[in-house]
T-cell receptor, first 112, second 114 residues
């Protein structure tokens, strides 16, 4: 079955870059997503990448996709304390015909 | 309107109570979802409604009963819950299938069963 793997914790200093990694299993996934969850809140879509792209940049966020290795990463430049949250990677398996599969989430702690 | 609204935000209920969680969206989305999320865990899919019909039930116990009265509303009826059912319950919606906008999530209902 589908499985999405992420490292569980990441700690960075304010102003540094953060890189959160994810591996997924379904090579037919059309879209891959990054969601952010702050304490006590729902999941907020941060960004997505289409499977025929290898990079997408959106302000401080850069998404890299290595389709051969099924590896996705999210880089946050100039990390701020407000970026402290849990980040979930998600894939849309079976070309979008089945529900999203979420990774276990990476808890990012930003140290001032 | 680009939001999914969930009510109530917090709910405390006894094991013999009956209560309902509500979810509403006005984005014209035709798929709606219920997720359960325990602390420090990813969301777990419970139910999927597509075009107001239940399309996926992830072997959820019958004490959870979903209902989709119309394309904008999704309810989750709760009865005879157990303390281990305490969790954050998240509703989400999407266009049919998935696309670049993924799912839009509500803020959740924090449920405590006592």
């Amino acid at each position: 079955g589908e499985d999405v793997e992420q490292s569980l914790f990441l700690s960075v200093r304010e102003g540094d870059s953060s890189v959160i990694n994810c591996t997924y299993t379904d090579s037919s996934s059309t879209y891959l997503y990054w969601y952010k969850q702050e304490p006590g809140a729902g999941l907020q879509l941060l960004t997505y990448i289409f499977s025929n792209m290898d990079m997408k940049q959106d302000q401080r966020l850069t998404v890299l996709l290595n389709k051969k290795d099924k590896h996705l990463s999210l880089r946050i430049a100039d990390t701020q304390t407000g970026d402290s949250a849990i980040y979930f990677c998600a894939e849309s398996p079976n070309s979008g015909n089945t529900p999203l599969v979420f990774g276990k989430g990476t808890r990012l702690s930003v140290i001032a | 309107d680009t939001e999914v609204t969930q009510t109530p935000k917090h709910l405390v209920m006894g094991m013999t109570n009956k209560k309902s969680l509500k979810c509403e969206q006005h984005m014209g989305h035709r798929a709606m979802y219920w997720y359960k999320q325990k602390a420090k865990k990813p969301p777990e899919l419970m139910f999927v409604y597509s075009y107001e019909k239940l399309s996926i039930n992830e072997s959820v116990p019958s004490r959870f009963s979903p209902e989709c009265p119309n394309s904008s509303l999704l309810n989750l009826h709760l009865h005879a819950l157990q303390p281990e059912d305490s969790a954050l319950y998240l509703c989400a919606s999407s266009q049919s299938g998935t696309g670049p906008k993924g799912y839009t999530f509500g803020s959740g209902t924090r449920l405590t069963v006592v």
